[in-house]
Protein backbone atom coordinates (compact mmCIF):
# COMPACT_ATOMS: atom_id res chain seq x y z
CA UNK A 1 0.00 0.00 0.00
CA UNK A 2 1.27 2.99 -1.02
CA UNK A 3 1.13 6.09 1.13
CA UNK A 4 3.40 8.78 -1.21
CA UNK A 5 2.50 8.84 -4.94
CA UNK A 6 5.15 10.86 -7.13
CA UNK A 7 4.00 12.26 -10.39
CA UNK A 8 5.17 15.24 -13.31
CA UNK A 9 8.36 13.09 -14.80
CA UNK A 10 8.64 13.20 -18.63
CA UNK A 11 10.79 13.14 -21.79
CA UNK A 12 12.68 17.01 -21.86
CA UNK A 13 15.07 18.28 -23.05
CA UNK A 14 18.52 20.10 -21.93
CA UNK A 15 17.21 23.35 -20.18
CA UNK A 16 13.85 22.68 -19.84
CA UNK A 17 11.78 22.60 -16.85
CA UNK A 18 10.01 20.19 -15.20
CA UNK A 19 7.75 20.11 -11.99
CA UNK A 20 7.26 17.61 -9.77
CA UNK A 21 4.92 16.59 -7.32
CA UNK A 22 3.72 14.16 -4.67
CA UNK A 23 1.04 13.90 -2.56
CA UNK A 24 -0.44 10.64 -0.11
CA UNK A 25 -3.00 8.74 -0.40
CA UNK A 26 -3.55 8.01 3.13
CA UNK A 27 -2.46 9.60 6.17
CA UNK A 28 -1.48 13.26 6.11
CA UNK A 29 2.38 14.43 5.99
CA UNK A 30 2.06 17.54 7.26
CA UNK A 31 3.38 16.63 10.55
CA UNK A 32 6.77 15.31 8.50
CA UNK A 33 10.10 16.62 6.82
CA UNK A 34 9.87 15.79 3.35
CA UNK A 35 12.67 15.21 0.71
CA UNK A 36 13.25 13.99 -3.19
CA UNK A 37 15.81 11.53 -3.67
CA UNK A 38 16.86 10.28 -7.57
CA UNK A 39 18.17 7.07 -8.62
CA UNK A 40 19.53 6.69 -12.15
CA UNK A 41 20.37 3.64 -13.78
CA UNK A 42 23.09 1.49 -12.02
CA UNK A 43 23.72 4.53 -9.69
CA UNK A 44 22.89 4.23 -5.94
CA UNK A 45 20.05 6.72 -4.75
CA UNK A 46 20.80 10.18 -4.03
CA UNK A 47 19.56 12.99 -2.05
CA UNK A 48 18.26 15.72 -4.19
CA UNK A 49 16.74 18.13 -1.56
CA UNK A 50 14.63 18.50 1.69
CA UNK A 51 11.98 20.84 3.44
CA UNK A 52 11.24 20.65 6.88
CA UNK A 53 7.90 20.65 8.88
CA UNK A 54 7.93 24.25 8.85
CA UNK A 55 7.47 24.44 5.43
CA UNK A 56 10.82 27.02 5.60
CA UNK A 57 13.88 25.41 5.89
CA UNK A 58 15.32 23.80 2.88
CA UNK A 59 18.35 21.71 1.74
CA UNK A 60 19.43 20.86 -1.48
CA UNK A 61 22.67 18.93 -2.83
CA UNK A 62 25.26 20.63 -4.73
CA UNK A 63 24.48 18.63 -8.14
CA UNK A 64 21.04 20.87 -8.55
CA UNK A 65 21.42 23.84 -6.10
CA UNK A 66 19.92 27.22 -8.10
CA UNK A 67 18.39 25.09 -10.76
CA UNK A 68 15.93 22.77 -8.40
CA UNK A 69 13.06 24.39 -5.98
CA UNK A 70 11.51 22.21 -3.25
CA UNK A 71 8.53 23.32 -1.83
CA UNK A 72 5.55 21.81 0.22
CA UNK A 73 1.94 23.09 0.25
CA UNK A 74 1.18 22.18 3.75
CA UNK A 75 -2.48 22.97 3.02
CA UNK A 76 -3.26 20.89 0.70
CA UNK A 77 -0.42 18.39 1.83
CA UNK A 78 1.50 18.64 -1.38
CA UNK A 79 4.88 18.24 -2.08
CA UNK A 80 6.66 19.53 -5.05
CA UNK A 81 9.74 19.92 -6.97
CA UNK A 82 10.68 22.30 -9.43
CA UNK A 83 12.89 21.89 -11.69
CA UNK A 84 15.19 24.50 -13.86
CA UNK A 85 17.53 24.27 -16.55
CA UNK A 86 17.63 20.54 -17.02
CA UNK A 87 20.83 18.80 -17.52
CA UNK A 88 21.62 15.23 -18.90
CA UNK A 89 22.94 14.15 -15.81
CA UNK A 90 19.16 14.90 -14.05
CA UNK A 91 17.96 12.07 -16.05
CA UNK A 92 16.95 9.30 -13.08
CA UNK A 93 13.95 7.92 -11.33
CA UNK A 94 12.81 10.40 -8.27
CA UNK A 95 11.30 9.23 -5.40
CA UNK A 96 9.75 11.33 -2.38
CA UNK A 97 10.04 11.02 0.87
CA UNK A 98 9.06 11.43 4.12
CA UNK A 99 10.90 11.26 8.10
CA UNK A 100 9.26 11.73 11.00
CA UNK A 101 12.51 14.11 12.23
CA UNK A 102 14.00 17.52 10.55
CA UNK A 103 16.79 17.38 8.27
CA UNK A 104 19.48 19.72 9.58
CA UNK A 105 21.60 19.36 6.61
CA UNK A 106 22.15 18.52 2.60
CA UNK A 107 23.90 15.10 3.61
CA UNK A 108 20.35 13.13 4.22
CA UNK A 109 20.70 9.67 3.33
CA UNK A 110 18.66 6.89 2.47
CA UNK A 111 18.10 5.73 6.08
CA UNK A 112 17.04 8.87 7.11
CA UNK A 113 13.81 8.52 5.71
CA UNK A 114 10.86 6.59 6.83
CA UNK A 115 8.50 6.50 4.08
CA UNK A 116 8.96 6.24 0.70
CA UNK A 117 6.70 7.30 -2.75
CA UNK A 118 6.88 5.07 -5.89
CA UNK A 119 9.02 7.18 -8.35
CA UNK A 120 8.47 9.21 -11.40
CA UNK A 121 11.30 8.69 -14.07
CA UNK A 122 12.64 12.16 -15.45
CA UNK A 123 14.92 11.77 -18.82
CA UNK A 124 16.90 14.45 -20.02
CA UNK A 125 17.97 14.17 -23.24
CA UNK A 126 20.90 16.44 -25.19
Known amino acids: QELLVASGGGLVQTGDSLKLSCVST????????MAWFRQAAGKEREFVAS????????YYSDSIKGRFTIARDKDEDILYLQMNRLKPEDTAVYYCAASSFNFYSPYVQVSDVNVWGQGTQVTVSS
Open 26 to 33: GRSFRTYA
Open 51 to 58: INRNARDT
